[in-house]
Nanobody, 122 residues
């Protein structure tokens, strides 16, 4: 069965850090673009970051550049999103998603995870 399983969400204070994980099951990370999206209550879903092994390109939303880092653990077939210096506006449900061609937040993603909640609050 092909699926993505997120983990690592939680509650932190502003300035804190979290690391999200997206485990690929039933397919390999090679050849896929894996993206992180987020959706806050009352807001549209937005792309946060993306990585694709085959072209070695990384993509970040302007709002998270310098604070978030996306990476691949090939041994565990898992994508990580390290989130540092978190802000209240980072509060959202975070989803990982896969598509078979290059990173494009606006493109169709065929496989989605169930989401993990991130809450940043004092």
């Amino acid at each position: 069965q092909v699926e993505l399983v997120e983990s690592g969400g939680g509650s932190v204070q502003p300035g804190g850090s979290l690391r999200l994980s997206c485990a690929l099951q039933g397919f390999a990370v090679d050849g896929y673009a894996i993206a992180w999206f987020r959706q806050a209550p009352g807001k549209e879903r937005e792309g946060v970051s993306c990585i694709m092994h085959s072209d070695a390109k990384l993509l970040y939303a302007e709002s998270v550049k310098g604070r978030f880092t996306i990476s691949v653990d090939y041994d565990k077939n898992t994508i990580h999103l390290q989130m540092n210096n978190l802000k209240s506006e980072d509060t959202a449900v975070y989803y990982c998603a896969a598509r078979a061609i290059r990173c494009n937040f606006n493109g169709v993603h065929d496989i989605w995870g169930q989401g993990t909640q991130v809450t940043v609050s004092s």
